[in-house]
């Protein structure tokens, strides 16, 4: 590509709301433009990359065995009926109505398509097993669309469908698309971990996220020093500490703790630790509020929470009046010992084995001391509600826990047969049988990987790409204030025999300044760059300068073209 017909348009400076260095570098590069919230153009830089990684994630998946189509961005909301989505989706799914008030969506995901376009094509057992998979356009109304392309409401996915007569036959695929996961980011030069996760909506049993490693990434994992476990924050089980509760010791007392509402607040007006503190958080219930207690250094697990039969399916803080009316106190001062005996209390593993400890005292600006339960309070339930923290012990029984942050590119799944009962998907098997198929699904973050790539290669320059997403692999930058014809041949000519050798080159022929020019190649994290100028070609060489060197080298046609490989 000769830089001069390609639009490239950098800037100095990111808009001020860019809060992440991906997303200022992309607006920087010139790479995305906002058209609106979470709605991004794609300039023609940063369609180079996202094609390139798009490229690799469709060779992966066709090596894999995956077979690619392409479903319709607009879907009929009967589909969505079907699947009992319409209105479990939430307001995440952009609804709209044609001239003939028929209702649609734009999908965020195609398992409804996927299972209508199965049911019509595939009938008998011998077609299976069988996975779909397309590169396409989703749109979600995210709440809170952030980070540029990293978090957006229209983003490219690659997702994927799989269909079996057996979990076995599931189990193989999954296992197959695991491996074409690891090797789409392996290839894509990332740092990732493949991490158990959370079904979450799309339900089912077995889920894995791979998670790019990066410090703003909006995902904790947890993972053993000592073993290969790694699994969500959101998921990863926190053990019951290993002891029983000791015996009480002291008797229970009302203490004043005027306007001390949080733990920090308490523990140290009291003068005791958060661990010798009960959290209690009133959450609505199936029936009426729920209390969750928590030591008090922990966090509560709002997706483990969300899984207790008494909260069905959400956890959501119970609202003043309600707490009010069970407790007679405002949140801050509200505790296990007292309540109404029809709130269920649900209490965390670790807090369950607390003796003599503080809590809420249901009362304003009072707390216990000595509180102890079963003697003081009721445990309806022991429960593992909260969130695991670096230190723990592994639940594999292997070493210890830390915690790092991650950007989810990739999740899969095993659905079994959520999807295909609702929408009565059925094959005949090989005694003539009608059975409902089960399935799995398998997504990428297309475009999300972009960003996740410069989350982790970027430098006070600009963006360091992995070479094979880099928009070109090497720039040939021509020096040529005098317009010595020499000179541009060198370089017309250098750019021929990259080119025939299959690199991808850009030959800056823009006519800049070389200040200019140089931090736009660096900006755009072009991994080499070749400098043609008169002083060169009167050396016989030309300026070489890798994307991470501290130091530029001359080298000479022969050693420079060596960097790229034998010629084919
Ligand atoms: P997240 O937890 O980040 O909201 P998700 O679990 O809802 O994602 P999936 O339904 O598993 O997402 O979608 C598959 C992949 O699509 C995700 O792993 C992620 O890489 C990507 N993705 C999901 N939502 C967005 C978004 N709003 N913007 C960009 N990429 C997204
Ligand atoms: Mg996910």
């Not at 996961?181 to 392996?186: D, L, M, N, V």
């Not at 709130?343 to 809420?360: E, K, Q, W, Y």
């Not at 994290?525 to 050396?539: K, M, N, Q, Y």
């Amino acid at each position: 590509m000769r830089l001069s017909r390609f639009h490239l348009s950098t800037a100095r400076e990111a808009p001020a709301d860019a809060e992440i260095a991906s997303h200022r570098l992309m607006l920087r590069a010139g790479m995305i433009r906002k058209l609106a919230a979470g709605i991004y153009t794609w300039a023609p830089l940063g369609l180079r990359v996202l094609r390139k990684v798009e490229a690799i994630v469709r060779e992966e998946m066709q090596r894999a065995g995956a077979i690619e189509l392409s479903m319709p961005c607009v879907q009929p909301r009967e589909l969505w009926e079907e699947s009992g989505r319409w209105e479990k989706y939430g307001p995440t799914l952009l609804k709209m109505r044609d001239r003939r008030e028929q209702e649609y969506c734009f999908g965020p995901t195609h398992e409804e398509i996927i299972c209508d376009f199965f049911r019509s094509e595939i009938s008998s057992y011998k077609q299976l097993p069988v996975t779909f998979f397309q590169i396409q356009t989703k749109f979600r109304d995210e709440i809170r669309p952030r980070f540029g392309v990293m978090r957006a409401r229209e983003f490219l996915m690659k997702d994927a469908y799989s269909f079996h007569l057996t979990q076995d036959s599931l189990g193989e695929t999954y296992q197959a698309m695991y491996g074409a996961y690891s090797r789409i980011f392996t290839r894509l030069g990332l740092g990732f971990r493949a991490v158990a996760a959370d079904s979450g909506a799309i339900g089912g049993d077995v889920s894995h996220e791979f998670q790019v490693l990066a410090d703003s990434g909006e995902d904790a994992i947890a993972f053993s020093n000592a073993s290969d476990y790694a699994a969500n924050v959101e998921l990863a089980e926190a053990l019951a500490p290993d002891m029983v509760r000791p015996e009480p010791a002291q008797a229970l007392q009302r203490v004043d703790t005027p306007s001390r509402k949080t733990i920090e607040e308490v523990s140290a007006f009291l003068k005791v630790s958060p661990q010798q503190c009960v959290k209690t958080l009133l959450v609505r219930g199936v029936e009426g509020v729920v209390a969750l207690c928590v030591r008090g250094d922990h966090e509560l697990n709002e997706v483990k929470a969300s899984k207790l039969p008494e909260l069905g399916g959400e956890s959501v803080l119970a609202p003043e009046e309600q707490v009010l009316a069970a407790t007679g106190a405002h949140a801050g001062s509200i505790g296990p010992v007292g309540l109404p005996g029809d709130v269920p209390v649900i209490v965390d593993r670790a807090a369950a084995v607390l003796a003599d400890f503080v809590c809420g005292g249901n009362r304003d600006d009072t707390h216990y001391t000595g509180a102890n339960w079963q003697r003081d309070a009721r445990i309806t339930r022991v429960a593992d509600l909260r969130k695991v923290k670096a230190g723990d012990p592994s639940p594999d029984g292997k070493g210890t826990l830390e915690i790092a942050r991650g950007i989810e590119v990739g999740h899969i799944f095993q659905n079994g047969d959520k999807y295909t009962r609702s929408m009565n998907v059925t094959v005949l098997d090989d005694t003539g049988k009608s059975r409902t198929p089960i399935t799995g699904c398998y997504g990428i973050g297309v475009s999300r990987i972009v960003a996740a790539a410069i989350e982790q290669g970027h430098d006070e320059r600009g963006i360091v790409w992995p070479e094979p997403m880099a928009p070109w692999r090497v720039a040939i930058c021509i020096i040529n204030p005098r317009n010595d014809p020499a000179v541009s041949q060198a370089a017309e000519s250098l750019y021929a025999e990259l080119r025939a050798r299959g690199v991808d080159a850009a030959l800056d022929d823009r006519g800049l300044r070389p200040g200019p020019m140089f931090s736009d190649i660096e900006l755009i994290g072009i991994p080499h760059r070749v400098v043609v100028s008169e002083r060169g070609l009167a050396a016989g060489t030309f300026e070489y300068r890798g994307r991470r060197d501290a130091e530029s080298r001359q080298l000479d046609r022969q050693e420079l073209l060596a960097l790229f490989g034998p010629a084919e």
